[in-house]
């Protein structure tokens, strides 16, 4: 199965509302990112969270994670209609050599 | 400068043709990804290109599946003998990588892959 789960599947919200999409993972990983992707074609980095971090910020986004519980939130405050596109985790994951793991995804809809 | 290209955007094949996905990294990343992604899903890892080293291919799911790259920089996945399931977007991503640490990925717009 996938190393990483974002929840919710998917996500509605009012322009201007805060949205928060979860990722869970399985295995130990060196960093964290998220990525966002608009018309199921390709995606775009948003952010890198190390294994030794636990809180990072850019511009409107706010990563947190928590290795204790395997697990990383995305943050985006005060949303925009442009916001709206779906959001992936990926964990890098050493195992001879570093590959990436996509979570299956939240699809964030931000209504004007 | 460039960002990751990749041809063609579309292909339309019958069952059973083989086709030849091509992927132009960033100049001096010396690492290459290619994922697929079936409708509304997430991303399935294939091959993983590192430098000189020997790829990481443990994604590839059946051996009418392959891939290489040439001169450490273009990369071709080819899938022979197409089936129905093998329809689906195939993501080409590079970036750099050593130093005992992993560094963001950069995508292509992919390649949409229909098996007709």
């Known amino acids: 199965s996938q190393q990483g789960e974002e929840d919710p599947q998917a996500l509605s919200i009012q322009e201007g509302e805060n949205a928060t999409m979860n990722c869970s993972y399985k295995?130990?990983?060196?960093?964290l990112q998220w990525y966002r992707q608009n018309s199921g074609r390709g995606l775009v980095h948003l952010i890198l969270?190390?294994?030794?971090?636990r809180e990072k910020h850019s511009g409107r986004l706010r990563v947190t994670l928590d290795t204790s519980k395997k697990s990383s939130s995305l943050l985006i405050t005060a949303s925009r209609a442009a916001d709206t596109a779906s959001y992936f985790c990926?964990?890098?994951?050493?195992?001879?050599?570093?590959?990436?793991?996509f979570g299956t995804g939240t699809r964030l809809k931000v209504l004007a | 400068g460039a960002g990751v290209s990749q041809s063609p955007s579309n292909k339309v094949t019958e069952k059973g043709k083989d086709v030849e996905l091509r992927c132009d990294p960033i100049?001096?990343?010396?690492?290459l990804y290619w994922y697929r992604q079936s409708l509304g899903q997430g991303l399935e890892f294939l091959i993983y290109?590192?430098?000189?080293?020997?790829?990481?291919k443990s994604g590839l799911p059946s051996d009418r599946f392959s891939a290489e790259r040439t001169g450490g920089s273009v990369s071709t996945l080819t899938i022979q003998r197409t089936q129905q399931e093998d329809s689906a977007v195939y993501l080409c991503?590079?970036?750099?990588?050593?130093?005992?640490?992993?560094?963001?990925?950069?995508f292509g717009p992919g390649t949409r892959l229909t098996v007709t």
């Open positions: 990926a964990t890098a994951v050493f195992s001879g050599t570093y590959k990436y793991i």
């Open positions: 290109f590192q430098g000189n080293s020997a790829p990481d």
């Open positions: 991503a590079s970036s750099f990588s050593g130093g005992g640490s992993t560094y963001e990925q950069y």
């Open positions: 295995t130990s990983i060196n960093n």
């Open positions: 100049s001096g990343h010396t690492a």
């Open positions: 969270i190390r294994s030794n971090e």
